[in-house]
């Protein structure tokens, strides 16, 4: 039939074009069409993977190249990224293109970029405990030789744990941290110092305080405030709160321990047992002392209730302490290593115990801290497949953010969302007293973090592949189920429970035990 | 619907003398005279060919493609992607595996209320199949497909009892995204007709009306998420001195399922009025006068003349714009997603925000499992609708 | 001076239910535009202002800043033009071509007699099937194609001609308008591959192809019911006079149509102005749009009220300017007449 004849008459030139394409595009190694464009002419001094000194002719040391960088449109994240560009470009001739998205996307951006080839990206600044699905199929380049000759990162100066722990898995460092994330309680210092009562050691001290100051008016406008303010809205990122309080009752015996799973079986802790249990009611129970809406809210609106000094409690990352300044929180805002518990877990039994030497090693008069290094901060990771110009181009600009003098500012500032990591972030105070804490109020502050992270008992996030499904997924439906009264302790438990063995079992129980093992740095 | 020709596959019967089947019969004699200009020539295929063509090859791939992600797993391995594929594994763990609760929900036995309207839904459709059967007009292949029908729709209410009228039974994302499309529909459609009906009289300032009804439905669905969150706090939003002069500053609606439910179907209806609000307007202003301004000399009241002319006579673009908003409405997910994140608990948790949350996880599989299972669900939803409409508006005619 | 409340006609109401009947347009006038002077009065405060409560006039109640204006058209910039353009040439390029090629189908599915037999449609889709897998199992797209389209021909003019039973023009419609019944979710990523394939990731190309072909089927609705109601003897007298079918179309049809193809332009482009999801997946440096941006407004540390404000307005600006100027099309546009007789 004439039709059909003129169909397929038509169709194929289609097809050859298309054929000719489609053998261009997607070859890894070949340029990624509207993405960084290598040029020839690139003026790059040696390219010598290790030693890239800054002192290479400036200014056209990285000349001709463009290089895309995915991360997290705040503005905080993206911005330091934003504003510093144009200064490393002025170094080195080279030119960042930092694409910005949402937060709930990177992951599958960075993942669909590198899996189907595409390789627009350059470099990811993303959440590192992400690199359990990324270091696998080999999506990330290897850094090791670069950090340890850099001059300029001067690796050492970061703090150990992330050195150690964030930035590397299975033994080779993968990430340059820009930041460093961990859990804190923030006080009305003003609050507590007056009645003499002392920051929360551990939890019960946590809710007692709590108790203590809900429905008094603690801003002097005339209205009752709260006691405590923890964000728990579904979907946004409160299923990291449940670790913190959790973190002390699980994990006792150092970051090798793990906080997530049994070491030796696979066995998921967030399961039945007495310590979740605990944590639960914990958890349920700050929401007696906390604003109405408690349950839709997240991080945004307890830190502006917590400025505007309606909250006698909160539990934050390290973001409240640089935006106190001008608010009605500054200088009356007191931090402290989040609260421990005087018991811990016994894994064969699924019972609490007491915390003594055996059982807690790492305990603080008596308190087992632990802690909680959520989402590990936002760190700098290569795409393997990038043009090579451009991971060494990328790897220095990366480096010049980290490098402690750019660093040491950018810590100082809410705006970056960048809180500190290294150890000289703490030794140099000017930077903080500029950016407009008080002299008090920077040691008080730096103190709690010096403390954070110098307790060996540091809990690392998860960082298996589909992390993602067990702390997403699984983890926030239950427990926002649990606050909403839909399920009950023992039915989020075992909700809990399930969905993590089924995730387990999905990918191979023995193959994640192994890469859980690996990323906690346990000797086997 | 539309009230072309072929659309309407009437069985003759004497001529009616009003409406569509007698302007389709007529149009259908016209149509053999006046073929020569319109059956041959290029025009025919040019006309159609390049939107079907565009259509089926953006749709075909996705389609089949999905259809493969739902029976499958995604592992991500050196050098590209794997798709194992594992059989209806996705779609039983929806249905009756792990996640049945969070899809289905969870189902207890019935209470009193729900055991009734269950009989009731059995009753009324006995009664219909059998005066089908005993009218002797239908074809047994009409009447086969009757039974089935019947027994899906029994079969839906008994699962929706299950969940809403039981003791400790609980929605699931299918029940939640029914309820949010039928409530919003109702809604949606009474406001818009009702601002339209408003908005034909002469009141002043008619146009000012006209471009301010329409502002929610340019704004983006995500847009208008996040103002409905911000105008919807109750400690920080413009609505908080009303809420504390209710007495009710230490209540919020955000922990109560059903009252978040609520607020997702306001948020909806303020968005999506507009659209019918617009398609009705211009159906009811092109309205002839002449025929109501009779029916008034008649003596007939205003509530006969809407009730036996206006509704009549706006019948086809109703069934047009409830179908588009049926199939639109089924999708939702910005609404629920920003203002609760699916929340209190699963209580606002929609079909495409669960294959959203999914999607976000990289579990395609399940994901593309649950599209399908709302395509399935909408299809067959939006033929029962065409085929009731269809015969509405024939018996209208 | 008239009474504004006065009795025009005889079908009018009384003035006293016009007065009411006024007063609750008012009142959901009010609804319609309090959020939105919601969101401009928010995109004046600062970050601390937000959190410490209402506050609802500017001067009285707080102090007004133009930080969040500042920061989003003149910090970002570029950050902001290159999405706004994006989202303007996208929007109206997707719109102009999706109302052509869907008045075009839209007419001729009124006009015209289609029997789409099934036999062959359904050999069409194993076949593309047969392609799809075989491109999946290894052989290079070009080659399954062919193959597919071989033995579609072969078979199309053996086996597809014994089944007749047909699709008719309303079985059309109701497939075309089943397009939209997948949420975008499930095609996003097929679609990501699709465009990868070819080559047009990140480029507004992309997404002015999805858009025309998602907003077809509502565009050939909203055209059907109008054409349907164009009386039909204007172009039958053209034809007898020996006008052809472009012809007719070009100097008949069209003119009488402007209404609601303004109309329907402007739905479309509101739909393909707002898009998000697909917009997400498939750009990312230089077609991003602004839907975009708005959602990226939303932190890890909370949602940045103030400059999400700042978006919406401006995104909204361009498309209410529009719905001004052709809104008298729109009321008298969508189904002038479909209702007569």
């Known amino acids: ?524 | 619907m539309a009230s072309s020709d072929s659309s309407l596959e009437l069985e003759p019967r004497e001529p009616v003398p009003s409406g569509s089947a007698f302007r389709a019969r007529a149009t259908r004699r016209a149509a053999q005279t006046a073929d020569a200009w319109r059956s041959d020539g290029a025009a025919r295929w040019l006309f159609i060919w390049p939107a079907v063509l565009l259509i089926l090859v953006l749709s075909i791939f996705p389609l089949v493609a999905s259809v493969a992600l739902s029976l499958g797993r995604l592992a991500f391995h050196q050098g590209g992607v794997d798709l194992k594929i594992i059989g209806f594994a996705n779609y039983q763990q929806l249905l009756f595996g792990l996640e049945r609760s969070h899809f289905l929900g969870v189902l207890k036995a019935p209470n009193p209320i729900g055991w009734a309207v269950v009989l009731a839904t059995l009753a009324l459709c006995a009664v219909a199949w059998t005066r089908a059967a005993r009218g002797g007009r239908v074809r047994p292949i009409g009447l086969l497909l009757r039974l089935v029908g019947g027994l899906l729709l029994v079969g839906s209410v008994w699962v929706l009892v299950q969940a809403l009228a039981s003791d400790g039974g609980r929605p699931g994302a299918l029940i939640v995204t029914l309820i949010f499309v039928f409530a919003g529909i109702v809604l949606q459609y009474a406001l818009g007709l009702g601002l339209a009906m408003l908005l034909v009289q002469q009141v002043p300032w008619r146009r000012f009306f006209r471009i301010v009804f329409l502002i929610p439905l340019t704004i983006t669905p995500v847009g208008v998420g996040y103002m409905f969150l911000m105008m919807t706090d109750t400690s920080k939003g413009p609505l908080e001195p009303i809420w504390v002069a209710l007495g009710l500053r230490d209540f919020t609606w955000v922990t109560d399922p059903w009252l978040a439910r609520l607020a997702v179907i306001i948020g909806d209806t303020w968005q999506w009025t507009p659209f019918v609000f617009i398609v009705l307007l211009a159906a009811l202003e092109s309205l002839d006068q002449e025929v109501r301004e009779a029916a008034l000399v008649d003596g007939a009241g205003r509530w006969q003349s809407f009730r036996h002319i206006t509704l009549p006579a706006i019948l086809p673009v109703t069934t047009t714009i409830i179908l588009i908003r049926l199939i639109e409405g089924f999708k939702i997910i910005d609404m629920p997603n920003i203002l609760l994140g699916g929340g209190p608990g699963t209580a606002t948790q929609s079909l495409t925000l669960q294959a959203y949350i999914d999607w976000n996880t990289l579990n395609l599989g399940r994901s593309a499992a649950i599209a399908y299972l709302l395509l399935i669900l909408v299809s067959v939803v939006a033929t029962v609708y065409v085929s009731f409409v269809r015969r509405r508006v024939t018996d209208l005619a | 001076m008239r009474n504004p409340f006065g009795r025009r006609s005889a079908t009018d109401l009384s003035p006293p239910a016009k007065l009411g009947a006024f007063v609750v347009l008012l009142v959901w006038a009010f609804v319609v535009l309090f959020p939105i002077y919601w969101l401009v009065v928010t995109s004046f405060k600062t970050p601390y202002v937000v959190d410490k409560g209402p506050f609802y006039i500017p001067f009285v109640d707080f102090q007004p800043t133009l930080d969040a204006w500042r920061y989003i058209l003149v910090e970002l910039g570029n950050d902001t033009l290159r999405p706004y353009l994006n989202t303007v040439i996208v929007g109206l390029s997707s719109s102009l071509i999706a109302l052509v090629m869907g008045a075009a189908a839209a007419y001729a599915l009124v006009r015209f007699t289609y029997r789409a037999r099934v036999g062959i449609i359904g050999l069409g889709i194993g076949a593309g099937g047969l392609a799809v897998v075989a491109a999946l199992l290894g052989a290079p797209p070009a080659i399954a194609l062919l193959s597919a389209l071989a033995v579609f021909a072969i078979l199309a003019q053996t086996i597809g001609r014994r089944f007749q039973r047909a699709m008719g023009n309303s079985d059309i419609a109701f497939w075309l308008i089943s397009q939209r019944i997948l949420p975008p979710i499930a095609v996003a990523i097929p679609l990501y591959v699709l465009f990868q394939q070819i080559g047009l990731l990140d480029n507004i190309l992309a997404l002015v192809i999805t858009y025309v072909a998602a907003n077809l089927p509502i565009v050939v609705w909203l055209m059907r019911d109008y054409f349907a109601s164009l009386p039909r003897e204007l172009e039958e007298s053209a034809s007898v006079d020996g006008a052809s079918i472009y012809r007719i179309v070009r100097s008949i049809v069209l003119p009488i149509s402007v209404p609601g193809l303004v109309a329907t332009f402007l739905i479309v482009l509101i739909f393909a102005w707002n898009e998000f999801l697909i917009a997400l997946v498939l750009t990312s440096a230089n077609a991003q749009t602004m839907p975009l941006q708005v959602a990226a407004q939303n932190a890890t540390r909370g949602p940045q009220w103030w400059a999400m404000s700042v978006l919406i307005l401006i995104m909204i600006t361009p498309v209410v300017a529009m719905a001004v100027a052709l809104e008298r099309f729109i009321t008298r546009g969508i189904l002038v007449g479909a209702l007569k007789g």
């Open chain 1, 1 to 524: 039939m004439s039709r059909y004849r003129m169909v397929a008459a038509a169709i194929i030139p289609i097809l050859v074009l298309s054929a000719c394409n489609s053998s261009a595009s997607p070859s890894p190694s070949s340029a990624a069409p509207q993405a960084s464009t290598p040029a020839a002419t690139t003026q790059a001094s040696a390219p010598a993977a290790s030693a890239s000194t800054v002192a290479a002719s400036p200014g056209t040391k990285f000349k001709g190249i463009s290089v895309n960088i995915l991360t997290f449109n705040g503005p905080q994240v993206a911005e330091p990224l934003q504003r510093r560009a144009p200064d490393w470009e002025q170094l080195t001739g080279g030119h960042v293109n930092v694409v910005a998205v949402g937060f709930q996307t990177i992951y599958d951006k960075a993942l669909l970029d590198a899996s189907t080839g595409t390789n627009s990206f350059d470099a990811y600044v993303f959440d590192p405990q992400w690199m359990g699905d990324f270091t696998g199929p080999g999506y990330l380049l290897d850094l090791t030789d670069r950090v340890t000759n850099d001059p300029q990162l001067n690796w050492q100066d970061i703090g150990p744990f992330f050195r150690d722990f964030n930035a590397t898995y299975n033994g080779k460092v993968y990430t340059i941290p820009l930041d460093g994330d961990f859990h804190m309680v923030y006080y009305r210092k003003d609050l507590l110092e007056k009645d003499g009562v002392k920051p929360p050691a551990t939890w019960d001290d946590y809710l007692a305080v709590a108790q203590k100051y809900n429905g008094q008016d603690l801003n002097g406008d005339g209205q009752p405030d709260y006691g405590s303010c923890i964000a728990k809205k579904k979907g946004a990122q409160s299923y990291w709160w449940i670790i913190s309080i959790a973190a002390g009752l699980l994990q006792g015996k150092g970051t090798n321990d793990g906080a997530f799973f049994d070491t030796s079986n696979m066995n998921p802790l967030f399961g039945p047992n007495e310590a979740i249990t605990k944590a639960l009611e914990t958890y349920a129970k700050t929401k007696d002392f906390g604003p109405p809406d408690e349950l839709n809210m997240d991080v945004g609106g307890s830190r502006g209730l917590f400025t505007t000094g309606r909250c006698a409690l909160t539990m934050d990352w390290g973001d409240i302490g640089t935006l106190t300044p001008s608010t009605y929180a500054q200088d009356k805002t007191g931090a402290t290593i989040t609260p421990g518990w005087t018991q811990v877990l016994d894994r064969a039994s699924g019972k609490l115990v007491a915390c003594d030497a055996t059982t807690c090693p790492n305990a603080v008069n008596g308190v087992n801290y632990a802690p909680f290094a959520s989402f590990g901060g936002w760190s700098g990771a290569i795409n393997a497949k990038a043009p090579k110009e451009n991971q060494d181009a990328v790897y220095d600009f990366l480096s010049y953010m980290s490098s402690p003098a750019i660093s040491g500012i950018d810590v100082t500032l809410g705006k970056t969302g960048y809180n500190p990591y290294r150890t000289s972030h703490f030794d140099n105070i000017q930077p903080w007293l500029d950016a407009g804490l008080s002299q008090p109020a920077a040691e008080n502050y730096l103190g709690a973090i010096k403390s954070s992270l110098t307790n060996a008992n540091m809990v690392l996030d998860l960082r298996i592949p589909l992390t993602k499904r067990y702390e997403q997924d699984v983890l926030d439906t239950a427990v926002s189920q649990y606050l909403a009264g839909e399920l009950d302790a023992a039915g989020t438990e075992q909700a809990i429970a399930d969905g993590w063995n089924a995730i387990t079992e999905e990918v191979g129980k023995d193959k994640q035990l192994a890469a859980y093992v690996a990323s906690l740095g346990v000797q086997r």
